[in-house]
């Protein structure tokens, strides 16, 4: 996970892909529109398909998480 970054000062304090301004959310949500990995390598550069599954972990990670702590 040490591509998923936390700084309070950026975008809110949001987990961020590496030390970029480019949130979780932001790839988790192109990625339910349909957008394909391809495609926002394409249109974000900086990115590598890397960073895209480390999203999908640190989101399966969380819903894990939530889900014990709902059991508990």
């Given amino acids: 996970m040490h591509r998923i970054t936390l700084e309070a000062g950026k975008r809110g304090g949001k987990p961020c892909i590496r030390d970029l301004r480019i949130t979780v ?5 192109l990625l339910a529109e ?3 990995s391809q ?3 394409e249109d974000f550069p900086e990115l590598e398909l890397a960073d895209i599954l480390a999203v999908l ?4 990670d969380r819903e894990r998480r939530v889900h014990v702590i709902a059991v508990e």
């Fill in 25 to 29: 959310y932001d790839v988790l949500a």
């Fill in 34 to 36: 349909g957008v394909s």
């Fill in 39 to 41: 495609e926002i390598l």
């Fill in 57 to 60: 972990s640190f989101a399966a």
